[in-house]
């Protein structure tokens, strides 16, 4: 299988997508300080959005493979470690010096998605 290790990334950051959201949602609840558990509900949002964007691409690139594809999606995986992760780490621990390591996330995920349409305005 193409892309097998895509997948599988893919599907862990999917269950993880869930357990985030129920541990949040009910381990967390009237926890964390409300700022605190909107920035992990944030991340959770993030989390999952790219990681439906990670399937999307990969079934994209099972019938399409264009060049580009695999920097955008590891642009995606990189924004999602640092971005979420960040945040699930700051309302966890309640390191606020966490949030530094957020906005790179965020640019990684951007540049994803930029790297995603320079992949599109290339293609024939």
Do not use: K, N
Not at 26 to 40: D, K, S, T, V, W
Not at 53 to 62: D, F, H, K, Q, S
Not at 72 to 98: K, P, R, V
Request: proline letters at 2%.
């Amino acid at each position: 299988m193409q892309d097998r290790g895509w997948w599988l990334g893919a599907a862990l950051s999917g269950a993880l997508v869930v357990i985030a959201g129920a541990f949040g949602a009910h381990a967390l609840e009237g926890q964390l300080a409300p700022r605190l558990a909107a920035a992990f509900e944030t991340g959770v949002r993030y989390q999952a959005w790219h990681t439906l964007a990670l399937l999307a691409m990969l079934a994209w690139r099972a019938s399409q493979p264009l060049a580009g594809q695999r920097l955008a999606m590891a642009l995606w995986a990189a924004g999602i470690a640092l971005f979420s992760g960040s945040l699930y780490a700051m309302a966890l621990t309640g390191a606020t010096g966490l949030g530094m390591i957020t906005p790179m996330g965020g640019v990684l995920m951007i540049a994803g998605w930029l790297a995603l349409a320079a992949a599109i305005l290339r293609a024939r």
